[in-house]
T-cell receptor, first 110, second 114 residues
């Protein structure tokens, strides 16, 4: 199935910098999810968003569910080396249709 | 362990062969999902089990792919007559209630078809 449009594809940042990535779709979703995947592992859920306009934080991570229900963004503040990995957005509609973005590969230079 | 486990972690096979990939979900989780993740892409849904039955198999790409969960716990993804394009990481996930927002992923099986 068609995946979501996630950008940027990759990011190279200095430790301590803030990071922003986003996801857009032509379809609306009820739920937006953000995952992190480390090499050789499965994705791990970071943040779940359930309502248009919702802004949710998890430590240094903040994510928002777009008002149009067709987009979401994830911010990471004050990045640290262990933030390295691939971040995926996922949109879910009525618990039936779940689509993932292609991922944002984050590299943090100490 | 308490998480989702998948075996083997790596599988190399030749084109045309048959392969089986196994998933052990978290104990007590009634819902089980299979995804395929190609290089540089996000996971793509294949099939969803609720208990022993396949509640949604709309993501299976063709009839070479089949999955079973005979006792409502362990699941096996079966691929017949493998093709080079089947090479990918196959991820399994489980959830307690069937809500996809609460699924836990296993580490995946990396399948390489030569």
């Amino acid at each position: 199935g068609q995946q979501l449009n996630q950008s940027p594809q990759s990011m190279f940042i200095q430790e301590g910098e803030d990071v922003s990535m986003n996801c857009t779709s032509s379809s609306i979703f009820n739920t937006w999810l953000w995952y992190k995947q480390d090499p050789g592992e499965g994705p791990v859920l970071l943040i779940a968003l359930y309502k248009a306009g919702e802004l949710t934080s998890n430590g240094r991570l903040t994510a928002q569910f777009g008002i149009t229900r067709k987009d979401s963004f994830l911010n990471i503040s004050a990045s640290i080396p262990s933030d390295v990995g691939i971040y995926f957005c996922a949109g879910l509609y009525n618990n039936n249709d779940m689509r993932f973005g292609a991922g944002t590969r984050l590299t943090v230079k100490p | 362990g308490a998480g989702v486990s998948q075996t083997p972690s790596n599988k190399v096979t030749e084109k045309g062969k048959y392969v089986e990939l196994r998933c052990d979900p978290i104990s007590g989780h009634t819902a089980l999902y299979w995804y395929r993740q190609s290089l540089g892409q996000g996971p793509e849904f294949l099939i969803y089990f609720q208990g022993t039955g396949a509640a949604d198999d709309s993501g299976l790409p063709n009839d070479r792919f089949f999955a079973v969960r005979p006792e409502g716990s362990v699941s096996t993804l079966k691929i017949q007559r493998t093709e080079r394009g089947d090479s990918a990481v196959y991820l399994c996930a489980s959830s307690l209630t069937g809500s996809r927002d609460t699924q836990y992923f296993g580490p995946g099986t990396r399948l390489t078809v030569l």
